[in-house]
């Protein structure tokens, strides 16, 4: 009993965006809706709000092509409190072999932590919870030796002292971006060793020139930001889950060598988040 204990504990662990996806977190977007716009994407679609039905459709062929793709697909309870639940990459990140549990920096998705907790505490995986201040997983973006934490309205520098203290071995880099973004992944994305997805204009130069020193920024449109070009999901083998309608993107992933996989959830992106913010990887294998 406590050999097996053991092993599920240690089963976590997270080096970079773009190894082999091998067990996820997802939630279905059972039932979601724009009840507090909180950007720029939900004040667009806030007189058409979400068709919850089609929604929950196209979430249930992206865990299809996932587990197709062998990714173990885990989903969390659905509840009527939280209307933005599908986006379980806020509510935790994993970096290196530790899961952290995010403390919600909206009071709309506050809560949702209680049901990821419970979810943990019932699979027997260890997690460090946050308290205090404010910091969510779509501001967080582990490569290898870095984590990438984006300043935003949602993620606080307090946030990033307590990550720098518990994971010595890394070195944290910040990236402060305007608060109408939401999160630093819905402007850049690492989905290779040397390449990523960047909307340069939300970025300050410091930054980009970091950035640009460590890999080949592919540059998204105005357009494709606004539908999500950058929240892209890697699930290793150079293969990428992408918005069909992201033509630009896809062209450039594509002539880059990358396998893309299409699926629709234009539904879902109405609410401002795509592939990557439906998803919290708890393991991934190597580069």
């Given at each position: 009993m406590n050999l097996e204990y053991t092993d599920k504990v240690t089963k976590h662990t997270c080096e970079n965006e773009f190894g082999v996806l091998k067990k996820v977190i997802v939630c279905p977007p059972t039932h979601m809706s724009i009840a507090e716009v909180i950007n720029e994407t939900q004040k667009h679609f806030l007189e058409d709000n979400i068709d919850e039905t089609l929604a929950t459709k196209q979430?249930?062929?992206f865990v299809q092509a996932m587990m197709e793709n062998g990714v173990d697909v885990n989903s969390l309870p659905p509840s009527e409190e939280f209307p933005e639940q599908v986006f379980t990459r806020d509510i935790g990140f994993t970096l290196g072999d530790t899961v952290f549990v995010s403390n919600m920096g909206s009071d709309i998705r506050s809560g949702e932590e209680t049901i990821l907790k419970s979810w943990l505490d019932e699979q027997h995986l260890s997690y460090t919870p946050f308290s205090g201040y404010s910091v969510e997983g779509g501001d967080i973006i582990i490569d290898r030796d870095i984590v990438y934490i984006g300043i935003s309205g949602r993620t606080s520098m307090k946030a990033l002292e307590h990550i720098n203290q518990s994971l010595s071995e890394y070195t944290v880099q910040p990236i402060p971006i305007d608060k109408s973004y939401l999160h630093l992944d819905c402007v850049f994305n690492v989905i290779s060793p040397t390449e990523a997805l960047v909307f340069s204009p939300a970025l300050r130069e410091e930054e980009l020139n970091f950035l640009s020193k460590r890999y080949e920024l592919i540059e998204v449109s105005k357009e494709e930001q606004f539908t999500m070009g950058?929240?892209?999901?890697?699930?290793?083998?150079?293969?990428?889950?992408?918005?069909?309608?992201?033509?630009?993107?896809?062209?450039?992933?594509?002539?880059?060598?990358?396998?893309?996989?299409?699926?629709?959830?234009?539904?879902?992106i109405k609410s401002g988040g795509s592939f990557r913010c439906c998803t919290l990887p708890l393991l991934r294998g190597g580069i």
């Amino acid at each position: 009993m406590n050999l097996e204990y053991t092993d599920k504990v240690t089963k976590h662990t997270c080096e970079n965006e773009f190894g082999v996806l091998k067990k996820v977190i997802v939630c279905p977007p059972t039932h979601m809706s724009i009840a507090e716009v909180i950007n720029e994407t939900q004040k667009h679609f806030l007189e058409d709000n979400i068709d919850e039905t089609l929604a929950t459709k196209q979430h249930r062929n992206f865990v299809q092509a996932m587990m197709e793709n062998g990714v173990d697909v885990n989903s969390l309870p659905p509840s009527e409190e939280f209307p933005e639940q599908v986006f379980t990459r806020d509510i935790g990140f994993t970096l290196g072999d530790t899961v952290f549990v995010s403390n919600m920096g909206s009071d709309i998705r506050s809560g949702e932590e209680t049901i990821l907790k419970s979810w943990l505490d019932e699979q027997h995986l260890s997690y460090t919870p946050f308290s205090g201040y404010s910091v969510e997983g779509g501001d967080i973006i582990i490569d290898r030796d870095i984590v990438y934490i984006g300043i935003s309205g949602r993620t606080s520098m307090k946030a990033l002292e307590h990550i720098n203290q518990s994971l010595s071995e890394y070195t944290v880099q910040p990236i402060p971006i305007d608060k109408s973004y939401l999160h630093l992944d819905c402007v850049f994305n690492v989905i290779s060793p040397t390449e990523a997805l960047v909307f340069s204009p939300a970025l300050r130069e410091e930054e980009l020139n970091f950035l640009s020193k460590r890999y080949e920024l592919i540059e998204v449109s105005k357009e494709e930001q606004f539908t999500m070009g950058t929240n892209v999901l890697s699930i290793g083998n150079k293969k990428i889950f992408s918005l069909p309608c992201n033509k630009q993107v896809n062209e450039q992933l594509r002539n880059r060598g990358y396998d893309v996989v299409e699926v629709d959830i234009s539904e879902i992106i109405k609410s401002g988040g795509s592939f990557r913010c439906c998803t919290l990887p708890l393991l991934r294998g190597g580069i």
